[in-house]
């Protein structure tokens, strides 16, 4: 049962062109996240949402920004991608922040590769 | 700054315990270890986490030992599907804390 659902898995886009990335939970996780993933690295932390409040990691750039409509819906809005933008985006959920020693673990969806034309 | 150390890369013959160390000599004293592995063109997935005490759950065992500074996840019987990238990470929440993910180990599982 898919849990966490990425849609599209891959994604083309053109150098300066905006793109939206979608993800959905079935969890009625309260948290959403956003990690990029470039070839060969660890994912880093772009954003993430807690219910409506949106928190930004310092050095995620401004053309990045994301919009959680509903408590099921994240999206990931590239506002003009460039070549350095093409990786792999991740989208994960946790029932709350991840507390110390708790299970609230993330779930992680299967991924969006985007590439930049 | 790294909080962990991995290997970059191990191998491991199938149907063999797959021992991953991980090193994190600066962890304090409220950071937990977990470990997550990323399985090609797939999302992370959440293994197992530990603070002092050894622990098992059906997917693997954590080994900590007594200062903290190092730990061991050990798959008892590595099977093919188990070849992925593997974190390790040591976290304590806080107010804008995020899980990290360091470099990994990647383990290939080979017949």
């Known amino acids: 049962d898919a849990m966490v659902i990425q849609n599209p898995r891959y994604q083309v886009t053109q150098f300066g062109k905006p793109v939206t990335l979608s993800c959905s939970q079935t969890l009625n996780h309260n948290v959403m996240y956003w990690y990029q993933q470039k070839s060969s690295q660890a994912p880093k932390l772009l954003f993430h949402?807690?219910?409506?409040?949106?928190?930004n990691e310092a050095d995620t750039p401004d053309n990045f920004q994301s919009r959680r409509p509903n408590t099921s819906f994240c999206f990931l809005d590239i506002r003009s991608p460039g070549l350095g933008d093409a990786a792999m985006y991740l989208c994960?959920?946790?029932?709350?922040?991840?507390?110390?020693?708790?299970?609230?673990?993330?779930?992680f969806g299967p991924g969006t590769r985007l590439t930049v034309l | 700054d790294a909080k962990t150390t991995q290997p970059p890369s191990m191998d491991c013959a199938e149907g063999r315990a797959a021992n991953l160390p991980c090193n994190h000599s600066t962890i304090s004293g409220n950071e937990y270890v977990y470990w997550y592995r990323q399985i090609h063109s797939q999302g992370p997935q959440y293994i197992i986490h530990?603070?002092?005490n050894n622990e098992t759950n059906e997917m693997a065992s954590l080994i900590i030992t007594e200062d903290r500074k190092s730990s061991t996840l050990i798959l008892p019987h590595a099977t093919l599907r188990d070849t992925a990238v593997y974190y390790c990470?040591?976290?304590?929440?806080?107010?804008?804390?995020?899980?990290?993910f360091g470099g990994g180990t990647r383990l290939m599982v080979k017949p």
């Open positions: 949402y807690y219910d409506k409040d949106f928190n």
């Open positions: 530990g603070l002092k």
């Open positions: 990470i040591v976290y304590e929440y806080n107010a804008g804390n995020m899980l990290t």
């Open positions: 994960a959920t946790s029932r709350d922040l991840v507390r110390t020693g708790s299970t609230d673990t993330q779930y």
